[in-house]
C-alpha cells in the first residue's frame, strides 16, 4: 500500500521544520555557528530596536502635519508605549525559540490591530468605525516588519506576516459585525453618487470594503514570504562561514596562524603527492611508560597537557606544522604544505625553545615538590613524500620517507649520547644558510659519526 502524501501545505510546514532541527543539531556540534548565531542575534536585535526608535519618533513627527489637533496626543502616547515595548523585546532577545518574545512580538501586533481599526477616544466628530480605515494606517505594519528582518529568524519574519494577516482579518471582520455606523450617512452617499455605483461604494463610510482588506492581507503575505526567503539566504551563508571557520580552527591545531591564513586562501591542492625537502623534528618524554605505571591517571594527563602546550608553541612560534601527536612523543615538520629558505634554521630554534621551556617547566615542578621530567629531541632535514593517504573517508594528510625514520632514530639515540637533543649534520648545514642574526648553532656540539639502527651508514651529528 503506497505512503500517504501530505498536502503542500504541510509538506511545506515539515521541511520547515527538518530545517529547524537541522540548523539546531549543526549549532549544537559546531560551537562557531552558535557564537556566529548568537552575535548575529544581539547584533541584528540591537540594530533593530534603534531603527525602530528612529522610524517611532518620524512618523511622531509627522503625524501633527497629518493631523494637527490635540487628539493626536493619543497616538504620540501609544508610540512611547511601541517604543518600550521595543526595548523590552531587546531585553528579553535571546537566542533560539524564546516564547516571551513571541508573545511581545504577538502582543506588539495586536496592539497596533487595534489602534488601527478603533477611534481616538478623544476625537471629537463622530465618525463610523469602519471609517478608520479611509486613514490607510495599514502601510505602518511594513515598518514592524521590515525592522524584524534585522532582529528575527525567517520563521519569525514569516510568523509576523501571519499574524498581521490573520489579526487584519479579525479586525475586518469584528469591525462589520460590531462597529459603529451611521445609516445616514450611507443613505445620503447612495444618493449622492446615484449612477456611479463604484464611486458610492468607495465612498460609504459604514463599509469596511473587504475587498481593500483581502488585498492588503495578501500583499502583506507576499511581502512576509520574500523577506523570510532572504533571511534565510542569510541564514544560510552564516551557517557557511561558520563552517569556514570551524575548518580554520582544526587547521591551527595543526599549523601556525599565518600558514592558516595562506593555505585557506590558496587554490592549490595541498594534499597532491609530491617530494619536497623538510626539517622533521621529533620530542618525547622520557622514562614516560614508568611515570604513567607509578602516577594516576589524572597526574599523567595533567602532565602531557602541559608538555604538549609547550611543545605546540614552540613549534608554532617557530613556523612549524605540528604532524601528529604519538602519546607522550609528537612529530612536528618546517616546511609543509609550503617550503621557505629557513625551514632548517625555523626546526633547530623550535629545538632549542623546547629545551628552554622543558628548564623552566622543570623549576615549576620542582617548586611544587614534583619529580622533574627529561625530555628528548631528534632533528633532521632532507626529502620527503607527502600527500593525502587513506581511503576517502578516512584521509590524512601524511608526511613520509627516509628523512622521517632518520629523525625518529635521532631522537632515540639521546638515551646513548645521554644528551638531550639530537641534530643531523644536513640540518646544521642547511640551518647555517638562513640569514638570521641569532646563530643557534652555538648551542650545539659536533659530535662523532653514530651509527642509527636500521641504516648501513653512519651520520655526522650535533647534540645538545
Known amino acids: 500500500m503506497p505512503a500517504l502524501r501530505l498536502p503542500p501545505p504541510l509538506r511545506f510546514l515539515e521541511r520547515l521544520r527538518k530545517m529547524q532541527e537541522e540548523e ?14 548568537e552575535k548575529e542575534k544581539m547584533e541584528g536585535h540591537r540594530l533593530a530596536i534603534i531603527a525602530r526608535t528612529v522610524a517611532l519618533v518620524v512618523v511622531g513627527l509627522l503625524l501633527p502635519f497629518l493631523n494637527f489637533s490635540p487628539s493626536v496626543l493619543y497616538y504620540e ?35 497596533l490591530t487595534l489602534l488601527f481599526i478603533t477611534p481616538n477616544p ?47 482579518a479579525i479586525g475586518a471582520v469584528g469591525v462589520w459585525l460590531f462597529g459603529y455606523r451611521i445609516p445616514e450617512l450611507g443613505e445620503a452617499a447612495a ?37 523570510a526567503i532572504k533571511g534565510w539566504r542569510s541564514n544560510q551563508l552564516l551557517m557557511r562561514q561558520a563552517n569556514i571557520a570551524a575548518e580554520r580552527a582544526n587547521l591551527s591545531r595543526y599549523f601556525p596562524s599565518s600558514l592558516v591564513d595562506v593555505l585557506a586562501s590558496t587554490d592549490r591542492d595541498i594534499g597532491a603527492v609530491r617530494t619536497q625537502d623538510v626539517a622533521v623534528l621529533f620530542t618525547d618524554i622520557v622514562g614516560f611508560t614508568r611515570f604513567a605505571e607509578q602516577n594516576s591517571p589524572e597526574d ?46 625555523n626546526a633547530l630554534r623550535a629545538a632549542t625553545q623546547l629545551l628552554e621551556e622543558t628548564d623552566a617547566f622543570n623549576k615549576a615542578r620542582e617548586a611544587d615538590g614534583l619529580a622533574p621530567i627529561q625530555v628528548s629531541v631528534g632533528v633532521h632535514f632532507g626529502p620527503v613524500i607527502l600527500g593525502d593517504i587513506g ?69 655526522n651529528v650535533w647534540t645538545a
Open 191 to 227: 444618493v449622492a453618487f446615484e449612477g456611479h455605483a463604484l464611486i458610492g461604494a468607495e465612498l460609504n463610510p459604514n463599509s469596511v470594503r473587504p475587498d481593500v482588506r483581502v488585498q492588503e492581507m495578501v500583499v502583506m503575505l507576499i511581502v512576509a514570504a520574500i523577506l
Open 77 to 111: 502616547a501609544t508610540l512611547l508605549l511601541f517604543i518600550a515595548l521595543g526595548w523590552l523585546q531587546l531585553r528579553l532577545a535571546s537566542v533560539g525559540y524564546s516564547k516571551s518574545e513571541l508573545l511581545l512580538i504577538f502582543a506588539d501586533l495586536s496592539l
Open 122 to 168: 478623544f476625537f471629537t466628530q463622530d465618525i463610523p468605525t469602519a471609517f478608520m480605515y479611509r486613514f490607510d494606517n495599514f502601510i505602518y505594519f511594513f515598518v514592524f516588519l521590515a525592522v524584524g528582518t534585522l532582529a528575527y529568524s525567517y520563521r519569525t519574519v514569516w510568523a509576523m506576516g501571519l499574524w498581521v494577516a490573520v489579526l487584519w
Open 300 to 345: 599523567v594527563m595533567d602532565l602531557l597537557r602541559h608538555y604538549h602546550a609547550f611543545v605546540e608553541r614552540s613549534i608554532f612560534q617557530n613556523g612549524g606544522t605540528l604532524d601528529k601527536y604519538l602519546g607522550d612523543g609528537v612529530m612536528a615538520t618546517f616546511g609543509t604544505p609550503e617550503t621557505t629558505p629557513g625551514d632548517a634554521a
Open 391 to 459: 581511503p576517502s573517508r578516512r584521509l590524512e594528510f601524511a608526511v613520509v620517507g627516509d628523512t622521517v625514520n632518520v629523525a625518529s632514530r635521532l631522537e632515540a639515540s639521546t638515551r646513548e649520547l645521554g644528551c638531550k637533543c639530537v641534530v643531523s649534520e644536513a640540518l646544521m648545514q642547511h640551518a647555517a644558510l638562513a640569514k638570521d642574526a641569532e646563530n643557534p648553532q652555538q648551542k650545539f656540539s659536533a659530535r662523532d659519526q653514530i651509527k642509527l639502527r636500521g641504516r648501513q651508514n653512519s651520520i
Open 24 to 37: 539546531k543539531q549543526q549549532a549544537l556540534s559546531n560551537p562557531f555557528l552558535a557564537q556566529a548565531l
